[in-house]
């Protein structure tokens, strides 16, 4: 059964065009990654759960903000190595300079028995 994730595009029209909202991941692994390193604010969610629950709970998760907007859904989209991404459009302004993503552990440096946190969404931005 392929991986699946959920997440929500934020959109919104300043100065008459249209803008979407994409989060950069944090870590160390992304530090110095720019170019296709950005993305929705999505995450995997377990079987039975609902994909437009998971990804309202991911989007708080990785920001700090909860979705006001009416959803709207996306077309899903396969990725090349087969996990499924369910999308919805969400009208919505914020302040990208304000989020807070939760964290997470990991070892680094590699091989070096000290674990460290990292901020799982280091920033956000509008395109």
Known sequence: ???KSA???LFREKTGELQV???HPGGPLWAKKDEGAWSIPKGEFEEGEDPLDAARREFEEETG???EGEPIPLEPLRQPGGKIIHAWAVRQ???PSRIRSN?????WPPKSGRQQEFPEVNRAAWF
């Not at 964290?103 to 070892?107: G, L, Y």
């Open 1 to 3: 059964m392929p991986r």
């Open 7 to 9: 997440g929500l595009l």
């Open 21 to 23: 909202l994409l989060v």
């Open 65 to 67: 903000f909860r979705a």
């Open 93 to 95: 302004d914020l302040d």
């Open 103 to 107: 964290t997470f552990r990991m070892e």
